[in-house]
């Protein structure tokens, strides 16, 4: 069974730049059976994707926030991350870790998600 | 980007109802089309995918159909633990975007 775990500071000051990890448990990331994707969601709001990674390292980045955002992999940790520079109160969010399947492009696991507050 | 739009935004039910839920692509998207299931406080679950295709473990009283830019989401029968919010996404293409959320609530 697939476990995703977000992790990182829950408070950001503006204009600094928001780092999350995702930790994931009982299968490899450096699969090419999957890409590996961020999805936030503003309290009381709907899903935004923001982005995904695969294991050749090959990004897609959500064209709203691509100037600002940067997915990695750690295969040594099998852990993702993720960086949003330039951080602003409207990213405050929480922040999900999934697993998209490569055959289809369906995020079927999720991490349990970790709220950001960016503020002062 | 590809937008979803779902109908209706929120809807009261009672517990043995059969309630339909729309999601409409902004362009067709075959059948790229996933549903989800969010509980307060919880990450989303994956219900439907491919339009039509239960997820494993996900009760039969859910079904999905539709093709090209018009999709439904049934549930047969409510059941208590079904009152959350759904959303549609679309898996066509990057970015995958999401429908606005309809939250089902008990009448």
């Known amino acids: 069974q697939v476990q995703l775990q977000e992790s990182g500071p829950g408070l950001v000051k503006p204009s600094q730049t928001l780092s999350l990890t995702c930790t994931v448990s009982g299968g490899s990331i450096s699969s090419g059976s999957y890409y590996w994707s961020w999805i936030r969601q503003p309290a009381g709001k709907g899903l935004e994707w923001i982005g995904r990674i695969h294991a050749t390292g090959s990004t897609t980045y959500n064209p709203s926030l691509r100037s600002r955002v940067t997915i990695s992999l750690d295969t040594s940790k099998n852990q993702l991350s993720l960086k949003l520079s330039s951080a602003t109160a409207a990213d405050t969010a929480v922040y999900y870790c999934?697993?998209?399947?490569?055959?289809?492009?369906?995020?079927?696991?999720w991490g349990q998600g970790t709220l950001v507050t960016v503020s002062s | 980007d590809i937008q979803m739009t779902q109908s209706p935004s929120s809807l009261s039910a009672s517990v043995g109802d059969r309630v339909t839920i729309t999601c409409r692509a902004s362009q067709s998207i075959s059948s790229y089309l996933n549903w989800y299931q969010q509980r307060p406080g919880k990450a989303p679950k994956l219900l439907i995918y491919?339009?039509?295709s239960l997820q494993s473990g996900v009760p039969s009283r859910f079904s999905g159909s539709g093709s090209g830019t018009d999709f439904t989401l049934t549930i047969s029968s409510l059941q208590p633990e079904d009152f959350a919010t759904y959303y549609c996404?679309?898996?066509?293409?990057?970015?995958?975007?999401f429908g606005q959320g309809t939250k089902l609530e008990i009448k």
């Open positions: 491919a339009a039509s």
């Open positions: 996404q679309q898996s066509y293409s990057t970015p995958h975007t």
């Open positions: 999934a697993r998209e399947r490569g055959y289809d492009y369906v995020d079927d696991y």
